[in-house]
């Protein structure tokens, strides 16, 4: 019996009391291993599931009101203050929004910097969610520290593969966290080629961790609960996305990003302070790894495909919890693309385009490690900003989140209270929901109805 | 073998904007200020994972960070990490929560932590937005500099 086994069980074994039948109501009040603060309450009467709530409480944070009366420039440095985990998403969704208006359209050697600079964002954010989130709900621990006592050498791998995109992160991005050195139309400075090498060797080790990372993962115990999702991703017909395509779904959506507001409606639910986002005329869809695999399977390098289809992937993943494999598979392909980037970088002559100021309305969507963010600013012809609105991936989650639950829980209410509350939140985990950027998210209550 | 081996990793961690969350900034700006022999002064904002990786090859490590809840600010415990457990039980609940006490005892776990490891935890009374350290906690921030400059060169000293 393997270690994971022995400690699943031993879980498993505590408290058989069967939820069947009974009238419960499952109460967590502070989701762990997520970022930020939500709640989960879930209610059950007479052995049917009544009522299911994502309740996200973070106190709305305003960014888009503070964003106005403020010169267009600062937005990059700004949005990236919404989240330590994907503020490169935030500058990336940002900049592209800001060169729409002023007509910029950055090429070369600048967008493959700008490339670079999200696969050590991908490789960051991915790897702390496999390593020291997620993959203790697998084995049974309560979180990475316990799990690192078992499984040390996976725990160190992960530290030091998380390492690696940092350290792109911060030689690009002028720091690890929060990077400044992003601008509209390209860098404020740019790292030598000589700074890049030894960047170079770590990355390979990094590309070989990484598929180390996919076998591990994709050997861990996945519940059966594949879903019918609509899966909407940035496509763009010559790379796996993360800064520019065109907002697609497996169920006929194909739209400019301008248009992203013509089909993506938001509306407030009294118990979360973040905007639950539908398809227009559709309901609930799902942005993140398992949308951008799906969407764009064939744009992943071949490595990526074969370490995919060597861990029994197929080309569309259904199944929520192998997103864990999903995020390994996306690390994969964010150290091989960036060594491919690195390997052929030319310094470009000038760090950044320049502009000139001019009024209008321009839409940025990027794809940040859970999904796509999309930004849109009115600036007026000084470059203030007049108006921002900012819809992030994890509010667009919040209602498939919700849906996998109301089709997680009815199969399950034989398991005791405690294991079902478990379980109710390793099914959240699989979103590595950002709660702190979506408000505008863990605690789980399973109570009496 | 890095250069450090066997030196002193001095750890300032804080957010200098968060008040007395900066305590640690402060002092450790104050003991680079020193230029004590054998020793590598740094800034952190976070602690976290990244510890691991910046401690490595160093034979002492010292580490100063504001303590919220206390009842005296300003004043400060050193803890030995090597013979005491932090008070409170680690556990990695996010990775905004992946702190100082979780970077210890995942570092101990994982048998990384280094050769010697020392904490001063300095009582803070305001964790609000802003710069600058509360009166009482700025008023000892001296006192705490000399200790660990007599600290450190005793270590080096005997070192030598």
Known sequence: MSKATAHRDAVSRSGRASTRNRTISIKVDALARVEGEGALTVKVRNGALKDVQLRIFEPPRFFEAFLRGRHYTEAPDITARICGICPVAYQMSAVHAMEAILGLQVTGPLRELRRLLYCGEWIESHVLHIYLLHAPDFLGYDDAIRMAADYPDEVQRGLQLKKVGNDIVTLLGGREVHPINVRVGGFYKLPTKAEWAPLIERLKWARDAALATVRWSAQLPFPAFEQEYEFVALRHPEEYPFNEGRLVSNRGLDIAVPDFEQSIAEEQVPYSTALHATIEQRGNYLVGPLARYSLNFDKLSPLAQDAARDAGLAPTCRNPFQSIVVRSIETLYACDEALRILQHYEAPEHPYLEATVRAGTGHGCSEAPRGSLYHRYTIDEAGIIQDARIVPPTAQNQKTIEQDLWHFIPPRLDLSKEELTWQCEQAIRNYDPCISCSTHFLRVEISDA | ?160
Not at chain 2, 14 to 28: E, F, K, M, T
Not at chain 2, 34 to 41: D, G, H, K
Not at chain 2, 121 to 144: D, I, T
């Open chain 2, 1 to 160: 073998m890095r250069d450090e081996e066997r030196g002193i990793l001095i750890i300032g961690i804080g957010n200098p904007h968060r008040q007395d969350d900066g305590v640690g900034i402060a002092v450790a700006r104050a003991l680079a200020a020193c230029a004590l022999p054998a020793t590598v002064v740094v800034e952190q904002a976070m602690a976290g994972p990244a510890l691991l990786e910046l401690w490595q090859g160093f034979a002492t490590v010292i580490a100063i960070d504001a303590l919220a809840g206390g009842v005296s600010p300003g004043r400060w415990h050193v803890m030995d990490l090597h013979t005491e457990l932090f008070p409170h039980r680690a556990a990695v609940d996010s990775s905004h929560g992946f702190g100082l006490v979780e970077t210890i005892e995942l570092a101990r776990v994982l048998t990384m932590l280094p050769p010697a490891l020392t904490v001063y935890g300095v009582e803070g009374a305001a964790f609000g937005f802003g710069e600058g350290l509360s009166p009482a906690v700025a008023k000892q921030v001296p006192a705490l500099v000399v200790q660990i400059c007599n600290n450190v060169r005793g270590l080096a000293g005997g070192a030598s």
